[in-house]
Nanobody, 122 residues
Framework: VQLQAFGGGLAQAGGSLRLSCATS????????FGWFRQVPGKERNFVAA????????YYADSVKGRFTISRDNARNTMYLRMDSLKPDDTAVYYC????????????????WGQGTLVTVSS
């Protein structure tokens, strides 16, 4: 599974952005998908994930209520809507595919896209 993340950019605090993660192949519906983020020099942290059958979702406490993960199986694309952005949300965001949407550690995810930078100004 090849993943490509895009949609990052510059936003002001309180603003919104939507990230997309497009995939190749015909196995999109058989994978769980997630978003992680990483600040240079720090570890990659879990943000949100969505399960492949019932589309159950799971969020880090730091983004719960502000971010919304969704998926469109017909378009082979997964999204992260980010509202009420804070400067602390500034990071490179990575999309990932795997088989356990409750996994919070990067090593438990199988496929990764390149990152997309999100910068939130105060």
């Amino acid at each position: 599974v090849q993943l490509q993340a895009f949609g990052g950019g510059l936003a002001q605090a309180g603003g919104s952005l939507r990230l997309s993660c497009a995939t190749s192949g015909r196995t999109f519906s058989s994978h769980d998908f997630g978003w992680f983020r990483q600040v240079p020099g720090k570890e990659r942290n879990f943000v949100a994930a969505i399960e492949r059958t019932e589309h159950n979702t799971y969020y880090a406490d730091s983004v719960k209520g502000r971010f919304t993960i969704s998926r469109d199986n017909a378009r082979n694309t997964m999204y992260l809507r980010m509202d009420s952005l804070k400067p602390d949300d500034t990071a490179v965001y990575y999309c990932a595919a795997g088989f356990d949407y409750l996994a919070r550690t990067p090593k438990d995810w199988v496929y990764w896209g390149q990152g997309t930078l999100v910068t939130v100004s105060s």
